[in-house]
């Protein structure tokens, strides 16, 4: 008998629940739009819109697309329902903006959360290089103001956090407001069968944005198209 493969990427809303208390949702894979990405903020607002109960949402992401991450975040701080993230493994990058969103956020003892500057491919002339290094500022500007709302530190240490790329422990997390509970570790499990899931193929994490860069170089890539969007991308 041939074993069913097990989807390791998802975004999806569980609805094998004994009552109707909670609504329970998984975001499992990178922060992105499709094709790219599993977790998106269309995908997201698609399943919550009209959840009226309280919202459970559990997270095991390295991240992606940081523009993406910042609408899921802000979507859950204006949704009606009371939110409870909990990190299942790890919410890194693009994925603990997303946590940040949450009314309260738990962390088993084992799992781990990072922070760090958004980052980007470029290419071009010396302006345009410019233009994307102010761009990525003022995008480290919006992911400030995203922790600092839960950040119980002072500014510059905020800043050593994310200048360093840190690797919270659960524990670490908690001293720094960024988790609200830690519980005991525990082992995920998904019943397949009792879920409704939003499916995409794998693919590399990729962020478009418009870039008003060397309008030249872009029409000489034009037989590149897909190398030119991944050059600049904007990646958490």
Known sequence: M??????????????????????VIYMYGNVG?????????????????????????????????????????NYLKNHPSNVTAVIDGIAASAASLIAMGANKIEMPSNTTMMVHRASTYAFGNADSLEKQAKMLRDVDEALIQSYNSRFNGEFFQLETLLDNETYM??????????CD???????????????ITNEVEEQPIIASIENEGDKRTQNAEKSANFMVSLLKSIKL
Request: glycine fraction near 8%; include cysteine.
């Open 2 to 23: 041939e074993m069913e493969k097990i989807q390791s990427k998802f975004l999806m809303m569980d609805n094998n629940q004994q009552d109707n208390s909670k609504s």
């Open 33 to 73: 739009k499709a094709p790219f990405g599993d977790i998106s903020s269309q995908g997201v607002r698609e399943m919550l819109d009209g959840v009226t109960n309280d919202i459970e949402i559990h997270i095991n992401s390295n991240g992606g697309d940081a523009f993406e991450g910042i609408a899921i975040c």
């Open 169 to 178: 422990t659960a524990e670490k997390a908690k001293s720094f407001g960024f």
């Open 181 to 195: 509970v830690i519980t005991d570790s525990i082992q995920s499990s998904v019943d397949s069968e009792s879920v």
